[in-house]
Every structure is written in structure tokens, then in C-alpha cells.
């Protein structure tokens, strides 16, 4: 008996036998993957503050976990008598002031490492020239460091 006729019988109508369909699994991690991936985009080009997300804090109710969960570590935390304070910051691209003339840096403006008060060596922070806030959201827990106490939302 060929093969074709062997297919025809099993009902495969003359397809050759390969890997199958493909498996459902793949698509639906691609699809949870998805929002993932552009928050990654948001975080990297600066813009980290969801007004959205904002929205959906209640102030006595909202978890430390959802607020991490919608904006990420914080850009700065503050340890107060009151509780801790998370503290965001967006930043969008400025308005070019004009013609930037090129320039070479001195040697000690190049070099990655400086030296500090105490005479530890840290990284040079890099500058953000063409950036300027977008908007900056304080959020204050309670004294529990769980529970949202108050927030703050401002856009510039």
C-alpha cells in the first residue's frame, strides 16, 4: 500500500506527517509576554507613570504589592517616623535650546569613577540633557509600610 493511500485512510488527505499544529501554549505566552515586554519600553524611554494606574490608587486601601505592581521600584524611597515614601519620576524628551556646539571633555570629565568626600570611589551618575519631568508621583504609607496613606500626582 503507498503512502498516500495510507494517509487517505487515516483522514490526513495526502498531507505529509510533521510536527502538527502548533502548540497553543506558545501563542498564549506571547500574549502574556506582550504587555511585559512594552512595559519594559515605558520604563526605558522614561515614561514609568501610568495615569491610569494612578486612578486606581485608594488612598486606606490600596497594597504596597499593587503599587509595585503598577509602577515598579521607585525611583527614590524616603524612611519617615510616619512610614516610608516611594517617590516617581517620568521624564520626557526637551525642546532643543538651539545648536549644540561640539566640544572635547576634559580627561577627568570622561572618566566613569570619581572619588568622593569619604574617599570612595563611585560611578558617575549619567546626565540627562534632553530630558526634563513629565510628571512625579509621591506616594506616602502608613506607619505599617503596607497600606497606602495618601499620594500625589503631579504632571508638568
Known sequence: MSKLSQNR???????????????????????????????????????????????????????????????????????????????????KDAAPMGVKQERTPEQQSSHPYFLDEEKKIKKVEPKRENKVPRSSLTIRFKPDGETVMSHEYKEY
Open 9 to 91: 485512510r487515516r483522514g490526513t488527505r495526502g498531507l505529509a506527517a510533521g510536527p502538527g499544529p502548533r502548540p497553543r501554549g506558545a501563542m498564549l505566552l506571547l500574549v502574556l509576554a506582550l504587555p511585559l515586554i512594552l512595559g519594559a519600553w515605558s520604563d526605558v524611554s522614561g515614561n514609568t507613570i501610568n495615569p491610569r494606574f494612578v486612578q486606581r490608587i485608594k488612598d486606606g486601601q490600596t497594597k504596597k504589592h499593587e503599587i509595585l505592581l503598577y509602577f515598579g521600584e521607585p525611583k527614590e524611597v524616603e524612611r519617615t517616623a510616619e512610614g516610608p515614601v516611594f517617590k516617581y519620576i517620568s521624564f
